[in-house]
C-alpha cells in the first residue's frame, strides 16, 4: 500500500473506533510520528492530508523540524526528556511535550523559559500505567502530587496525560492501561487544581489505538501502521 492508502486507512479505523464507541471522530487527534523518517518521507504525508507529526529523540528532531517548519500544523515530542537536551528541544518550539515525569525536568523548562523570554510550553504527565512493561512515567499513586508541584511553575501548563500501553497482545490488559489513565483523567479534573487543565488523553499506538479510543483517547500516536516498519 502506499502512504496515502494507509493515511486513509487509519483515518477510516479512527472514524469506526469512535463511532463505536459513540465518541464524535472529530474529537481525536492523529498525531503521526514521524521518527526515523525521511524529511522526504515526512512532506509526502503532509502533503497527504497528516498535520500533526511526533518525534521522540531530541537530536533527530532537531535534524529535521527546522526543515519541515511551515509544512506541519503542530509539532509534538513525545520521548523522554534528559535535562541536557532541554535547552534544544525548546526552541523548536513543540506544541506539546508529551512526557514530563518529573518535576525537576520541568523545574529546568521553567528556567530555561524565563532566562530566554520565551512562551509558556504546554505539556502532559507521562503516567506509567503497566508496572513493569516500561522505564519511562510517574506511578499512578504518584501522580497527583506531581502535578500539584509542576503547577506552581510559572511558564508551564500541564494539558492532561499520557500513557504507553503493555506491549503485549493480550487486550483486556492493555484496556486496564488506558483506563488506569482515563480514571487519573477524571480524578485530576475533580481537584480543580489552579491552572491545571485535563483536555488531552493521549494514548493508543499503532497496535492499540482502536482500543484507547474507545477508552477515550483524544490524541493518538501513530507511527508503524501508516509508514511500515521503522528502519533503525
Ligand atoms: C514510536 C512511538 C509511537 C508510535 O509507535 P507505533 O507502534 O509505530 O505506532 C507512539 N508513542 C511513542 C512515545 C513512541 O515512541
Same mark, same amino acid.
Given at each position: ?165 503493555? $506491549? ?16 487519573? $483523567? ?47
Amino acid at each position: 500500500m502506499t502512504l496515502n492508502e494507509n493515511i486513509a486507512k487509519i483515518k477510516e479505523r479512527i472514524n469506526k473506533a469512535a463511532i463505536r464507541a459513540n465518541r464524535d471522530p472529530r474529537e481525536i487527534k492523529l498525531l503521526t510520528v514521524t521518527k526515523t523518517q525521511s524529511t522526504e518521507t515526512i512532506e509526502e504525508a503532509l502533503q497527504n492530508g497528516i498535520q500533526f507529526i511526533g518525534e521522540n529523540k531530541v537530536q533527530e528532531a532537531e535534524d529535521k523540524i527546522p526543515y519541515l517548519e511551515g509544512k506541519y500544523a503542530e509539532f509534538h515530542f513525545i520521548g523522554h526528556l534528559q535535562s541536557n537536551k532541554i535547552k534544544k528541544i525548546i526552541p523548536l518550539q513543540p506544541t506539546l511535550i508529551h512526557s514530563i515525569d518529573k518535576f525537576s525536568t520541568a523545574k529546568k523548562i521553567d528556567k530555561f523559559i524565563a532566562e530566554h523570554k520565551l512562551q509558556i510550553q504546554d505539556i502532559l504527565i507521562q503516567i506509567n500505567t503497566s508496572d513493569e512493561a516500561s522505564k519511562f512515567g510517574i506511578y499512578p499513586n504518584e501522580t497527583s502530587k506531581l502535578i500539584k508541584q509542576i503547577s506552581e511553575l510559572p511558564n508551564i501548563r500541564i494539558k492532561g496525560l499520557m500513557t504507553i500501553g503493555v $506491549f503485549t497482545s493480550n487486550e483486556k490488559n492493555i484496556r486496564k492501561c488506558f483506563r488506569t489513565l482515563k480514571q487519573i $483523567f477524571e480524578k485530576i479534573k475533580q481537584q480543580k487544581i489552579p491552572s491545571v487543565e485535563m483536555k488531552y488523553l493521549s494514548m493508543g499506538m499503532s497496535n492499540d489505538f482502536e482500543i484507547a479510543i474507545e477508552e477515550g483517547a483524544n490524541i493518538i500516536r501513530i507511527g508503524t501502521a501508516i509508514f511500515g516498519a521503522r528502519n533503525y
